[in-house]
């Protein structure tokens, strides 16, 4: 995978998108990235509190869509 550097602009569609439920994986294809370069991205634009929240929220949405 190349490495480079994310656009402002890049790292807040991820947020966007990271916040609207949007598979990790899925994002990481559509900016040539890893996931564990999405997660660091997001992780970095919210406080502790916010990503724990977020990673709690999305934990229980996808358990909710997986039994169904």
């Known amino acids: 995978m190349i490495s480079r550097r994310l656009t402002k602009i890049q790292k807040n569609e991820i947020l966007e998108a990271y916040q609207a439920g949007e598979n990790t ?17 997001v992780k970095t634009l919210l ?22």
């Not at 899925?26 to 999405?38: F, G, P, V, W």
């Open 25 to 41: 994986n899925r994002l990481a294809e559509k900016y040539r990235c890893s996931s564990n370069t999405i997660n660091r991205t």
């Open 47 to 68: 406080s502790d509190n916010e990503y724990k929240l977020l990673k709690k929220e999305r934990l229980k949405s996808n358990n909710k869509n997986s039994n169904h």
